[in-house]
């Protein structure tokens, strides 16, 4: 049988030891190895502390092919990682003039001067691999030191990412001969992991050994990860497509998606498509909806704009509503949004309006308008679409289902008017 | 010195390696011990694996006088922890009558029979002490192995907390005498890392060796965290302020909070404290702003509301500037950001306009107007303060830091107003 590739994961810092940190980095480097058939076999978190850090270097290397470090390389004195590394293979900091033009330039182009403290950052053991990192200060060691990739990356997550994608990955599938594996991800919105898993119990179980099933729930979203493993890519990647097939008429109307897109990308793809374009009036979703979706590059295609008539006195001001509907059916109610997504449409010239109002808690909840309370409202210039929501007690999550319920309602009212 | 109790965390499961899940319970154990004064000295991640586990077990019987377990204790068959426990202690698998009843009666409230397979759950190693989880069937299990306490639970966060809070912390309360840690954060705003350790070097040298300083850098954002150890609560309190009292003076200018606070949440406080509002006007920041004041409790008393002019066309339309400016200088000058400013503070009748413009990228950037290139704006009434800013060619992260700039300008403008 074939045998994986096998990799150590260490994170080094005091803040992870002391729980000031969710360690996030680990769970991303673990997902990495899988989608590339490395197989993870530890992971070590140690603080910013030299035995510590040299007993875990000694454990890793009798049991990995490759050791990813992450953390204890920034500026500051706490920061050792890179001496231990040193002192681990018998080796010593040497300035490396390219590290040092990097880190330079990288100041420059803030306009800023290079601090003795940062110009120390360009030395690094004599026996690394320098590996730039174009958005940070902190820069990637490559170490091949008997038969083991030693690679050390700053904690800081999207520098460690940059690493990752541009240099180590690419890196890794030259130096092995890693297995064929295929992932597909099927996203659904709108529907939770019990029924989805009901409605396909049936297609999982006739699925081949070779063909894993997974289903990664997040807030308001379901991903369904296959995962198809064999020697040949072409015959694998057919056969994963093949069972997707089979799975997608069961589940139709809740797929918005394949692998990377995200509910705002597909969104954004739907509507630019179409050349149809979306404005916003969000009073307890508070800007995260327009966040969503202008984190999309590309969105002011389709997104005129947004109001936050966060606070009453505001709906009838800026966005138009009448003071009296206000008044008798409260600002969290369906005539409200109705009146909200019409309006804003009209404000932004846009195909489409969307609204929230709720209450996001902690309070501000009555007996007839609890806390979790959302109604939700998407205006096509024919006809209004709404949504009544009783959701959590917590204000976060409350936010973020409502932009989940909310796109998703915008994703079903285009799909219903061009299909 | 005083010595601390050290603790190892060990996380068991396939499903943390691959990265299906993020171990959130060794971030929360990691905080419940440092709470208690005892110093978690390394955590440990390994599969279903019989070997790695024991590996795992070896390794902190070395270093630790508490081993904290999770995971691994499930009804089904990848399920190994107990088993390995057992071999490790020399001792055999038995069945606790106590455990048995406690699982019988939980099935039976649920209105279950019990079946073969929980039957099992109740079947221990003979040493251990066992220890009733009243909220799921797996039991927790108490060992005390040559001085050292080994506590296995199960991985599902709430059982874990409960066997924690219930039984676990305040035996160990019981077993070790603990110190007393004191620790309090200091929370800057628009300083780097390096800049910061450049200014306070002479202070942070004169520390006594039982107060640790750690640097904890994040997005725009670094956090100072002061540790004190010691053997009387007052004193070590006292000491750890009184150094605060003499780094404060340092980094006034950048200090927004301490402990819990975020930069959102004390904007919050300084304009619900002055009775001040503000009101915002996001063009590059596409709602992000408005999201992260909104996020707080409380938030409408001091937030009127927000417009996200982000197609050029409505920047005129529904803001009121004049087209003539836009034209001449771009959405995208010190011009504009001040008249987005200065209209969204009329419209809302606000205390403080906020406004942001800029290219977020990766497209839109020109030789003049590159990506990364923001305007951020705050208006008082009386003047306008602006700052241009040159991030970075990251979508997400411009519009991170852009949004912790305006906050942070804002901060700085009510600050000055009312000081």
Known sequence: MYQPVKAEIISIGDELLYGQILDTNSKWLSEEMDKIGVR???????????ESILQAFMAASQKAAIVLMTGGLGPTKDDLTK????????????LFPKALEDVRSLFESRGKELTATNRN????????QYIHNAVGTAPGMWFEEQGTIWMSMPGVPYEMKYLMEKAVIPRLKEKFTLPVIYHKLVKTVGIGESWLSDIISAWEDQLPSHIRLAYLPSLGEVKLRLTGFGDDQESITRE???QIDRLLPLIEPYVYGFNHDT?????GHLLAQRGKTVALAESCSGGYISHLITGIPGSSEYFNGAVVPYHNAFKAAVLGLSEDMLDSKGAVSEETVIEMAKQVRLKFNADYGLSSSGISGPGGGTSTKPVGLVWIACDDGHSCHTRKLQLTKDRTVN?????????NLLRETVIQKSD
Request: glycine share 4%.
């Open 399 to 407: 936010i973020h289902l409502t932009a989940v319920a909310a796109l």
């Open 40 to 50: 993870v076999v530890r992971k070590t978190t140690v603080g910013d502390d030299k």
């Open 263 to 267: 509910l705002p990308s597909a969104i």
């Open 83 to 94: 001496n231990i590394l040193a002192d681990f293979f018998g080796s010593q900091l040497t």
């Open 240 to 242: 994963v497509d093949e």
């Open 121 to 128: 950052q360009a030395y690094l053991p004599a026996n690394c």
